[in-house]
């Protein structure tokens, strides 16, 4: 090759292509869409799920599952609707599955996608399912079966669509717990015990307001008048009640881990606290009416008002909460890059300037 050919080479201007690809590197560099070898070993790719791929895949998907599981749990979903419907402490069960659809149609912006193939490690939950329904008919114990329906539920999202859309529709699984009665001897042994708690809170909170009442057992005596504090007075129902709504509040909220935490621990002495006062409330008007009637009326109307009273004081003390500590607000150079107008394209003309 002769000197002048390698003058020529040396003068070679750099190629358009290669120039453009080196800047938008580097602007994926800055915007964090780094292609190094070690971004792409540690993060699996994932496959948005487009309208067509939701269409003939997905919800064909989900039909034929619910179908499965309808047909499967048929027995044990009859069970569960008779206790909705006669039990007034499990009232709310109507409700739990509309309220998980509208907890993943409001994360669906943090939709994480799905993976190209079959995660087999999701069939460890659906074979805890089984293990579960099979346990459940050797100890004739309904709520066993229903309770397997989670694990199926979350491994069957996993086995088909990836850990990810697992973890991300979690939240909506586990608020199916909800729709499940409890069994009977953790119901009873709750009841029994929020009975005493009852009792006590109310019988102090009388004598502040200048009453003369004294427990005994699961009995307030106020003056002559005798307050029997049943099974159905215990506040079980509003005590599920309350922990379904704060629970569904926490895995609403935008909050970290330990705020949401603090929204399903406080419905616990909140709603003893109002089961107390109903009581207290009725202790008060039974000292100012005689009539039976007018005590039944009374008896009926402060326990239609204490379920949306506990969830009003429940939503106060969610909102004092987020007022209190608000998150606080991180910008990375991402978001910077992103939200300014026409960022990528003078981040571009402006590394393509420096080439």
């Not at 047909?71 to 069960?93: F, I, K, N, Q």
């Not at 409700?95 to 907890?103: D, M, T």
């Not at 569904?248 to 330990?258: E, G, K, V, Y």
Request: proline share 6%.
């Amino acid at each position: 090759m002769s000197k002048s050919d390698r003058r020529h080479q040396r003068r070679r201007p750099k190629s358009p292509v290669a120039s453009s690809s080196k800047a938008n590197h580097l602007v994926n560099v800055a915007i964090g869409k780094s292609n190094s070898p070690d971004n792409r070993s540690a993060e699996p790719p994932l496959q948005p799920l487009l309208r067509h791929q939701w269409l003939r895949i997905v919800l064909p998907a989900s039909l034929v599952f619910a179908v499965a599981v309808l047909y499967a749990y048929w027995p044990t979903l009859l069970w569960m609707e008779d206790a909705w419907r006669v039990e007034p402490d499990y009232s709310h069960g109507y409700l739990v599955i509309p309220l998980a659809g509208l907890l993943l149609w409001h994360r669906r912006e943090s939709l994480p996608g799905c993976r190209g193939r079959i995660s087999i490690m999701g069939l460890s939950l659906i074979g805890l399912a089984i293990v579960m329904r099979w346990l459940s008919r050797f100890i004739y114990a309904d709520f066993l079966d229903a309770w397997s329906i989670l694990p199926l539920v979350a491994g069957t999202i996993w086995f088909l669509l990836g850990p990810r859309m697992m973890r991300w529709s979690l939240p909506a699984i586990l608020f199916l717990f909800f729709m499940v009665p409890m069994p009977y001897q953790a119901e009873s042994l709750l009841s029994w015990k929020l009975q005493g708690v009852a009792t006590q809170l109310s019988t102090v909170m009388l004598r502040v307001l200048g009453q003369p009442a004294v427990s005994d057992a699961h009995i307030v005596w106020v003056n002559d008048q005798r307050l029997v504090i049943e099974e159905a007075c215990s506040g079980l129902r509003i005590f599920i009640g309350v922990a379904a709504l704060a629970f569904f509040w926490a895995a609403m909220a935008s909050r970290s881990w330990i705020d949401r935490v603090i929204v399903i621990v406080a419905a616990i002495p909140l709603a003893i606290f109002v089961n107390a006062l109903r009581i207290t409330t009725v202790g008060v008007f039974y000292q100012l009416a005689d009539s039976p009637h007018a005590r039944n009326f009374i008896h009926d109307v402060t326990g239609l008002l204490m379920i949306p009273l506990a969830f009003v004081l429940l939503w106060l003390v969610k909102a004092y909460w987020e007022n209190l500590y608000r998150p606080v607000e991180r910008m990375t150079a991402k978001d910077f890059i992103s939200n300014s107008p026409n960022a990528n394209s003078n981040a571009i003309a402006s590394v393509k300037a420096s080439l």
